[in-house]
Each structure stands twice: as C-alpha cells, then as structure tokens.
C-alpha cells in the first residue's frame, strides 16, 4: 500500500539525521537551514517478529517484509505560509503525504544553531501548527465563494462541503488544527480532495541526547511534549536520531546487544515504525508457503477480497474463498495441518473482515 508519513519539523532539529537511519539512504545531512530541498523518499521493513517465527516453521526460499514509507520534507519557517524560506515547497510536499511524524528538539548542543536562537520544543510544534492552520485557512477563504452559487442551488455535496468549510474557518480563526473539528462522515467525505494539512493525524517525535535516550522520560523537553500531546489526543515516540544513526548500521545480536548496553528494549525506529502503522490504521496479514513467506499491510477493516487485491488485482477479481488461521493458532497448533485437524483452518467469504496477523491462502478464478 502506498501510504506515506512525512518527517517534518523547523531546521536543524535532527530530521535528515532520523531520515538517514530509518532508510539508510543518505540524504544530506548538515548544520544550516534548508540543506533538504527536494522531498526524500525512503523504503523502510516493518520489524516483525512474527515474520521471523513463520520461516522458522515453513523454510521458505525467500522471506519478504512489509515495507512503510518515510518522506523527509525541507525544514519548516516562521512565515512559511506567506512563503518564507522553502514554505509553499514544503507545504505542497506534506500535502501529498497520509500522516505527519513531527520531530521535536529536546537537546541542548551550542555546537547545532537553533533556527529561533533557543531550544524550546512547545514554540516549535507551535510555529509549525500556525503554519499549517494558516495554509489550510487560505485553502478554506478562497473556496467559499466558489460555492456560493451551488449552495444558493441546493447542490447537495456543496451544501455538505459548505458545512464542513464553515466549522474548519472557525477553528482555524482560532488557530485549531483541523483535526480537532468533529464532521459528519459525509463532510469529511465532501472536503477530502482538500486535503487539508491539519486533518492529517500527527505523531510527535521527541529528539533528545544520547545521554538522555535510557531516561528519556525524565528530560523535561519531553515532558512538556508530552503534556502537549496528551491535550491533543497525539502520541510521542521518544528517540536519539545521532544513536539511531549508529544502531541502523548493526544487525541481529549486535544490535540487540547494542541496545542492553544502552538500556532500551527497542530501537527508537522501531517504535516509530509500530506507532506509524497504528496512527494510519495499518495492520498486517502473512502469506506462506515452501516458496515463500510474506508480510503484507492493509487498511484495517479491509474485507478479503480487497486485501488479496493488495497481492494482485487479479485475486480481487476473480476472488472465491480465502483460507485462514491466525497468527497464534498457527503457532500452538505447530503446522498448518495440525491447525486444520484442530478446526482453526476458516473458509471466508467476500464479507469476511481480514484480521492483524491472519495466515491466509486466496483461492480465485480468473
């Protein structure tokens, strides 16, 4: 599925710097505003254990991850709205992306220039908020007018879209975000060509120092982050992006060793990967066999002849049955014939709601 996260925050605030460990791609990192200027793109494996337990039990050929893709967006400015610095670049970049992973600075180095000459995490989120509030704000003032007639009409999707418009105008003359006005399903269906910078769900991630990394929760950059996030219904993945610069170059024991030593249990990647998934609504059903044994993500709520169209339109097309078993019904059960005999082998039809951590085979017929 191609749905994107985009890495944004002011300059220098250590986003090419997570960018690079999350892909490994090598975008240019260095200390001065704009250094990033065209939007990177970067294909990351979604870390799952349960991948790493079915080739265990299949040895197949060829084991393929899930991949999630990570946008790094040129750094944010005061006055981006009018076009300061890479503002209508930057802008135009995150409005093509699903969510926003929002990297906050929760570090004091004299050696890195803050763009605003201090470190303060909650001015930041709020500069970039403004932003973003005033863009969408722009978006609404310029098209009311445009539906003026329609409305005046009884055009139903533009009495609905009007709707919408008029609650959106309010908040942000209030400087709200979008996500925080409640629409109708059918307003939210009538603005979703806006796509609107503010409706786009956020995770905030909390840059700190190496030093602050095992008691991150202690930091109070964090906190305030945090207490932020909370108000707004957010979520904060607490990171060191320089020492998930060093962890990206480990594997296997290395790496986990390298992570007791420094007293986590899990990657700062990692847990942004697992709460970009949980933020979008994505989850993952496995495919597996001798041949192979493979992660696919899907939108939560998916019905199965859709998730086999993930694999091929021609499995959604030609869709018959697909048969199932969970994840840890599989692994009690020790084989895929043992879940059968024990009654845990489902035949699903087209209704059928494909679950996190289904074990599926799609029969079709084209």
């Known amino acids: 599925m191609a749905l994107t996260t985009g890495i944004v925050g002011l300059p220098n605030v250590g986003k090419s710097t997570l960018f690079n460990a999350i892909t490994q ?41 899930t ?16 076009g300061e610095g890479l503002g209508n670049q930057f802008l135009a970049n995150i409005r093509q992306v699903d969510a926003i992973s929002h990297v906050v600075r929760c570090f004091e180095d004299e050696d890195i220039t803050h763009v605003s000459g201090k470190v303060d995490p909650i001015d930041d989120i709020e500069t970039i908020n403004l932003e973003l509030i005033l863009a969408d704000l722009e978006s609404v003032n310029k098209r009311l007018p445009r539906l003026e007639k329609l409305v005046k009409q009884k055009d139903k999707e533009a009495l ?11 908040a942000f003359e209030n400087e709200q975000p979008g996500r925080s006005v ?80 420094l007293g986590i249990a899990k990657s700062g990647l990692d847990q942004l990967i697992e709460k970009s998934y949980k933020l979008l609504g994505l989850a993952t ?65 087209k209704d059928y709601v494909v679950q996190d951590g289904d074990v599926v085979h799609f029969r079709f017929n084209v």
């Not at 791609?25 to 990033?36: I, K, L, W």
């Not at 040129?74 to 709205?81: D, I, M, Q, R, T």
Request: glycine share 8%; with cysteine.
């Open 182 to 261: 409640a629409l109708t399903d059918d307003e939210s269906h009538a603005i979703k060509g806006h796509n609107f910078l503010t409706r786009k769900p956020v995770l905030y991630v909390a840059n700190v120092s190496e030093d602050d990394l095992a008691s991150g929760e202690d930091n109070e950059f964090v906190k305030k982050v945090k207490e932020f996030a909370n108000k707004e219904g957010s979520e904060v993945v607490v990171i060191s992006a320089k020492i998930e610069s060093e962890i990206a170059e480990l594997e296997g024991e290395e790496k986990q060793s390298f992570l007791e030593d």
């Open 160 to 170: 609905l879209e009007h709707s919408a418009l008029v609650k959106l105008k309010e």
């Open 25 to 65: 791609a090598g975008a240019e990192s260095a200390n001065y505003p704009f250094c990033t200027i065209d939007p990177n793109v970067g294909i990351v494996n979604v870390p799952d254990e349960r991948l790493d337990a079915l080739t265990d039990m299949y040895h197949p050929k060829e084991t393929i991850p």
């Open 285 to 349: 059903y496995f495919t597996a066999g001798e041949k192979e044994v493979r992660a696919w993500t899907f939108k939560k709520g998916t019905k199965a002849p859709q998730a086999a169209g993930i694999i091929h339109t021609d499995f959604e097309r030609g869709f018959i049955r697909a048969e199932v078993v969970s994840f840890a019904d599989l692994m009690t059960a020790g084989s895929l014939g043992k879940a059968k005999e024990n009654g845990k082998l489902r035949l699903e039809g």
């Open 67 to 82: 991949t999630f893709e990570f946008t790094d967006i040129a750094g944010l400015v005061k006055g981006a709205s009018q």
